[in-house]
Nanobody, 126 residues
Framework: QVQLVESGGGLVQAGDSLRLSCAASGGTLNGYLMGWFRQAPGKEREFVAAIRWSSSGNTYYRDSVKGRFTLSRDNAKNTVYLQMNNLKPEDTAVYYC??????????????????WGQGTQVTVSS
């Protein structure tokens, strides 16, 4: 099993940038689907981005963050990064890192992930 710890959240103004980190421990990520979700007060958890921890490293993004958010990984550190540029107030939420052990999981669905971090708060003011 895998333990996930998010970091990098904070309070920024619209147009600023943040880089979130998700550090994994307790196991290897080989073959895992690594996803980022976010949840604002009163709203459902929504998919943000995902990357397959494989040789391909395929990435996926929701439409509203394409061109602004970028996923990357550091294999040696077992860490996934979410670079968030040109942040908007609508991006305000608690951001969660998640890991799914099945290579056949559907990346957009929370149910595809069996390990979750505790979340990091991102607040974007106007």
């Amino acid at each position: 099993q895998v333990q996930l710890v998010e970091s990098g959240g904070g309070l920024v103004q619209a147009g600023d940038s943040l880089r979130l980190s998700c550090a994994a421990s307790g196991g290897t990520l080989n073959g895992y689907l690594m996803g980022w979700f976010r949840q604002a007060p009163g709203k459902e958890r929504e998919f943000v981005a995902a990357i397959r921890w494989s040789s391909s490293g395929n990435t996926y993004y929701r439409d509203s963050v394409k061109g602004r958010f970028t996923l990357s990984r550091d294999n040696a550190k077992n860490t996934v990064y979410l670079q968030m540029n040109n942040l908007k107030p609508e991006d305000t939420a608690v951001y969660y890192c998640a890991a799914g052990s099945s290579s056949f999981s559907i990346y957009k669905l929370p149910g595809s992930y069996n390990y979750w971090g505790q979340g990091t708060q991102v607040t974007v003011s106007s």
